[in-house]
C-alpha cells in the first residue's frame, strides 16, 4: 500500500495516498455544475462524478455531504458549499456510499478543514482506515474505452483514523432522521445507498447509474442511460442484481446517481423497471475477471 505523507489535524493522524491525491484526468461537460433537486438536497458535480449536499439554506448553515468526489476537487466542493450555505457554513457529517477514488478522493482535503465524522458500511470501513486495497479494474471486462484504462485508476486504501464510523446497525442514518440507509452490495461489498420515504427520493450511488460508464463518450457528455454499476470495478454481479431490484421495489420519484444526471417521473420507472427486469442482458459483461470467477 502506498502512502506519500502525514498530515496531523486536531490530534488526528490522516495519512495522504494515490486515491485522494492523484488527479485524473476525466473530466465531463456537466463538471463543476450543481443541480437543486429538492429544496434540502443539492447535486454537485466534480468532473465525472457527483457529491451530494443535504441541508436547506433557508433554515440553517449546517448540512451532511454524501461522498466526496474527485482528488483535489475539495475546494470546488466547499467553494459550492459557501455559496449554498454562506461562508460561514457547518458540516456536520459526511455519508459515503463506498470508498473507490472517485467518491474519497477531496476526503482528506475535507476533513482538514472540517474534522467531522465520516460514515460507511463496516464492510467499507477497511478501505478507509488503511487496512485494505480494492482490486485493480479489470480490463479484459466486455466494455469500452473506460474499461481498457480502468486498472490504472487508483485502488489503493485510504486512512481517515478516528474520523471513520460505521453506519447504524438498524439502518438509521445520523443527524438525518428522516432517512435510512440501504445495504446494496455488488459493485463493492459495502456499498450503501441512502433513501428518504416522505419525498421517496434515493441517492444511488454506484448501485445503479444513469450514464452508461463503459462508454467513454457517454461518460464525458452524461448522456442519460438507466444502466447497472460500472462493470470494470463491480465484484459480485448477482449481488448487483439482487441490489438493483431492491432498490426498485422501493419505487424511487427521483434517484441522484454518483454518476449521470438526476432521473424521475416516467424515464425513472420505466428505466429502472426494465434495468431490475432484464439486468443480465442490459448490466452484466458476458466475459470478464468479476464474472468468469463467479
Do not use: C
Amino acid at each position: 500500500m502506498f502512502y506519500s505523507s502525514f498530515i496531523f489535524k486536531e490530534g488526528f493522524s490522516v495519512e495522504r495516498s494515490s486515491s485522494t491525491n492523484r488527479f485524473q484526468p476525466l473530466s465531463s461537460v456537466r463538471s463543476g455544475d450543481g443541480v437543486q433537486i429538492t429544496p434540502d438536497v443539492y447535486g454537485f458535480t466534480t468532473q465525472i462524478v457527483n457529491v451530494y449536499m443535504i441541508g436547506n439554506p433557508a433554515e440553517s448553515n449546517k448540512w451532511v455531504l454524501v461522498d466526496a468526489g474527485m482528488p483535489r476537487q475539495a475546494d470546488k466542493v466547499l467553494s459550492a458549499a459557501a455559496e449554498r450555505f454562506g461562508e460561514d457554513h457547518q458540516l456536520q457529517a459526511i455519508l459515503l456510499t463506498q470508498g473507490h477514488f472517485d467518491h474519497v478522493g477531496g476526503l482528506i482535503d475535507i476533513l482538514e478543514q472540517h474534522p467531522v465524522p465520516v460514515y460507511a458500511h463496516p464492510e467499507e470501513l477497511p478501505y478507509i482506515t488503511g487496512k485494505k486495497d480494492y482490486p485493480k479494474g479489470d480490463s479484459t471486462v466486455e466494455g469500452g474505452l473506460v474499461a481498457k484504462i480502468s486498472p490504472e485508476f487508483p485502488v489503493e486504501g485510504i486512512n481517515i483514523g478516528k474520523h471513520a464510523h460505521p453506519l447504524p446497525a438498524d439502518g438509521s442514518v445520523p443527524g438525518l432522521p428522516e432517512w435510512k440507509w440501504i445495504h446494496t452490495p455488488g459493485y463493492t461489498q459495502g456499498h450503501v445507498s441512502y433513501f428518504r420515504e416522505q419525498d421517496r427520493l434515493l441517492i444511488v450511488g454506484d448501485a445503479f447509474l444513469t450514464v452508461q460508464q463503459d462508454s467513454l463518450f457517454n461518460v464525458l457528455s452524461q448522456k442519460t442511460n438507466i444502466s447497472g454499476p460500472p462493470p470494470s470495478f463491480t465484484l459480485d454481479w448477482d449481488a448487483a442484481e439482487n441490489s438493483v431490484q431492491k432498490l426498485a421495489a422501493l419505487k424511487p420519484s427521483i434517484a441522484a446517481p454518483g454518476h449521470g444526471k438526476p432521473v424521475k417521473g416516467a424515464e425513472l420507472v420505466e428505466g429502472l423497471g426494465m434495468l431490475s427486469n432484464e439486468f443480465d442482458e442490459i448490466a452484466k459483461p458476458d466475459h470478464g475477471r468479476f464474472v468468469d470467477d463467479k
